[in-house]
């Protein structure tokens, strides 16, 4: 399995590679293929935490395997496919990797994904949310 | 050759009803010459999910405002977006989205400022068409580029800046955000990003009804006399009035803009766009907090 890096990297690459609009449809593929949330979750709403920076909502909890590992869980509505999008692309980004790799990914990778022109700055602010919300369970979670 | 208008019983209570289309309407009309279908939504990805067949996209974000400047896209920016979606100045053009048509709202609003003539919204939006179960495609539209002409926005009609305001104290301000955000609890909507305000209340003197008020089950717009019940009888409105209307960040507005405007036909409404993110953070201009209106500050 490649780096937390190296899966940024390539998503920049990949994003930055597209027209504007091919850029959005990639972010609707990652809307659209966001894993459905474990019956654990499903079941149990209130384990998760909402972003409220978001501009539709869009819910997450983090596990951190055996102190070291990160699980990424998300939730949101399909009538959100940005919102959702972002949390695909944060899942594909962290999902799997180590505590470490996660804590130390630069919170500014959302805007180098040549986004902001496809879907604002303003709304771009949403995923970087996501992501410090990310970081903050991680800490809160580790013993 | 023009396209006909809705004839629909409900719509001709309106003062303007040629302003108003049906889902039924659209299925039957949607792929006449000379009309185009635009989707307009707050999620700027919703309309690649799905779009009505023959729709083309505009963003409120992306292409409605300017990209630098705090401001709408000029007459040459106008006129370079409704050629690439294939919107001529004759074209009628048909705007839904999602959210009851708030994002549609603003479009259309966007559209007058540069005096399109014949642009009507699809009463009940996106979640009607959807409900009844109606076709939609991610299929990409294909556009016939047009030659929109450069036309000079129009601001001094249906928009209010921040001077107007200060100069309209005395007459009917209509506050349209959520009564939080109105008292001064919250300076955003319960669950929305905040955009930047620095106090929390309302403009003196403006009355809150908030914007979902006007819109009836499945986000279709209520009668004209459920409407006036609301905006005459409670409010106190009346012809003749020059009203301004505002929300955050003008979005919610348009929604009352249209309403007051062609539903109840009350000329002289104006939109304040610059909003509670402006007017929230401006030095020195005066604040109300709680749930009363408070009073206009006298001149």
Redesign the interface.
Known sequence: MSSAKESIASLEEDFNALSVRDR??L??EF?DNLPELPARYAEHPDLLERV??????VYLFVEVEDNSKVNLFFSAP??????R?FAGVLHEALDGHSVDEVLSVDEDFPNRLGLS????P??L??MR?ILRRIKRQIREKLV | MPVSFDSSTKFAEYAHPEVLVSTDWLAVNKDLPGLVVVESD?????Y??GHIPGAVKI?W??DLNDPVTRDYVDGVGFAKLLSRVGISRESTVVIYG?KSNWWASYALWVFKLFGHEDVRLLDGGRDAWIAEGRELTREQTQVTPTDYPVIERDDSTIRAFRDDVLAHFGNPLIDVRSAVEYSGERTHMP?????GALRGGHIPSAKSVPWARAAGENGVFKTRAELESIYLDEVGLKAGDSVIAYCRIGERSSHTWFVLNYLLGLPGVRNYDGSWTEWGSLVGVPIVKGTEPGLAPVR
């Open positions: 959005l449809l972010l609707l809307s409220e920076e978001c501009q539709s909502p399909p009538e959100a496919p940005t919102t999008g022109e496809a879907v604002s303003l709304r602010s949403g949310a | 707050e999620d700027v990805l919703l690649e999910t963003d974000h992306t999602d669950d929305y990003p905040d955009e």
